[in-house]
């Protein structure tokens, strides 16, 4: 049973970063292919970025391109997203996702956090 557990939601200024973390457990991040999605207030969830699996190689969203990294730690067996000069559109629930896949599609996977509130004030 692979369970995803997300943290680091919070309330930020506009042009400040935050982090966001997904610990896995149930299967190595390394073996997965790995996001992050968010659904901001009155929206669908939308695409904001992944991680192939194995390689590692990683892919955005135009909206957040250039602001935003994901990383694992596979030590750690989590994933990460770092989001840097943060916009008050950046507001939303984000939510990790998994899925045994090379790839995660633009739906996502077949795992998903409860989802961590980010908050941007301007």
């Known amino acids: 049973q692979v369970q995803l557990v997300e943290s680091g939601g919070g309330l930020v200024q506009a042009g400040g970063s935050l982090t966001l973390s997904c610990v896995t457990s149930?299967?190595?991040?390394?073996?997965?292919?790995m996001g992050w999605f968010r659904q901001r207030s009155g929206k669908e969830r939308e695409f904001v970025g992944r991680?192939?699996?194995?390689?590692?190689?990683?892919y955005y969203a135009d909206s957040v391109k250039g602001r935003f990294t994901i990383s694992r730690d596979v030590a750690k067996n989590t994933i990460y997203l770092q989001m840097n000069s943060l916009k008050s559109e950046d507001t939303a629930v984000y939510y990790c996702?998994?899925?045994?896949?090379?790839?995660?599609?633009?739906?996502?996977?077949?795992?998903w956090g409860q989802g961590t509130q980010v908050t941007v004030s301007s």
């Open positions: 996702t998994g899925t045994p896949a090379t790839i995660l599609s633009r739906e996502g996977g077949d795992y």
């Open positions: 149930g299967r190595s991040v390394h073996s997965l292919a």
């Open positions: 991680i192939a699996r194995g390689t590692g190689a990683t």
